[in-house]
């Protein structure tokens, strides 16, 4: 895994051949890992996975880099925070792209798998991996994939909300995600042990959930026994997310921490 600890640290990348900016960002009220990549060539900028709370930090980031945000996209509809897609478009005049699935009016580009999504020299490859949401997708970049929330570090997203779906998942990550090389470096939108980044040949063996070559049924085992508390934000990001990122005004006091502007993270 040396290269995987390189990858987490280094700002500027060697990507088959496109020297790529990038940025791993995190949020700490929803630990979230926001990615912001860079084009050295046309100085265009985008950020994977925004969250409202750190819009600012995000943009002074983009900022000090000397780039300029041309898009957001989002990997899925979250539950467990507000996106910033519609609050960088007010700000900056970026773009809102998102999973096409989704049919939100919102967005200026549906993301749809087999159609690469490019901004300069950055060139995603979409892939659709639902289960934990209908509507999910991972973004394949080199040697690297951004994977959401389908596959995490060590776990993978729930699949008890949002029409999820175990066995569903579970053909997602070991149909698609695991098809990618061993090397493929694995970012995922959420981690809650201060690790940042895996690689695909580490998850397939020794992810408890899907990795050891578990079968279908032993997943879908393992899901159905998480026995997981309900979702604290999901009454109000969902709604809000389909919007593109509104935090709605009657939440409560003990949940305007979601939607407070943090300046600086633990991380990133």
């Not at 995603?124 to 040697?143: K, R, S």
């Not at 175990?166 to 090389?181: D, G, I, Q």
Request: charged fraction near 20%.
């Amino acid at each position: 895994m040396d290269r995987a600890r390189a990858g987490c640290s280094s700002l500027v990348n060697q990507i088959w051949g496109t020297i790529m900016i990038f940025r791993q960002l995190f949020e700490p009220v929803s630990s979230t890992y926001t990615y912001l990549l860079g084009c050295e060539h046309t100085g265009q900028a985008v950020l994977i996975d925004p969250v409202i709370s750190s819009m600012e930090r995000d943009l002074a980031e983009v900022r000090s880099l000397g780039l300029t945000l041309a898009y957001s996209i989002d990997t899925h509809i979250h539950a467990d925070h507000i996106t910033a897609a519609l609050e960088l478009k007010k700000a900056t005049g970026s773009r809102i792209a998102a999973p096409a699935w989704d049919r939100l009016p919102c967005t200026d580009v549906g993301i749809e798998e087999g159609k690469p999504f490019q901004v300069g020299s950055i060139v995603l490859q979409p892939l659709h991996t639902p289960g934990h949401t209908d509507g999910h997708f991972a973004y394949l970049l080199g040697d690297r994939v951004f994977t959401g929330d389908a596959l995490l570090i060590d776990g993978c997203g729930r699949t008890d909300f949002q029409n999820g779906d175990a066995e569903t998942l579970y053909k997602s990550v070991t149909e698609k995600l695991f098809k990618l090389p061993d090397e493929c470096l694995v970012y995922p939108a959420h981690d809650y042990q201060g690790r940042r980044v895996s690689c695909i040949g580490q998850e397939k063996s020794r992810n408890p959930r899907l990795g050891k070559e578990r079968t279908l049924e032993e997943f879908k085992a393992i899901m159905a026994n998480l026995k997981l508390p309900y979702p604290t934000f999901i009454d109000y990001a969902v709604p809000g997310n389909r919007q593109c990122g509104v935090c709605p005004s009657e939440v409560p006091d003990d949940l305007r921490k979601y939607c407070v502007q943090m300046t600086c993270s633990p991380q990133g």
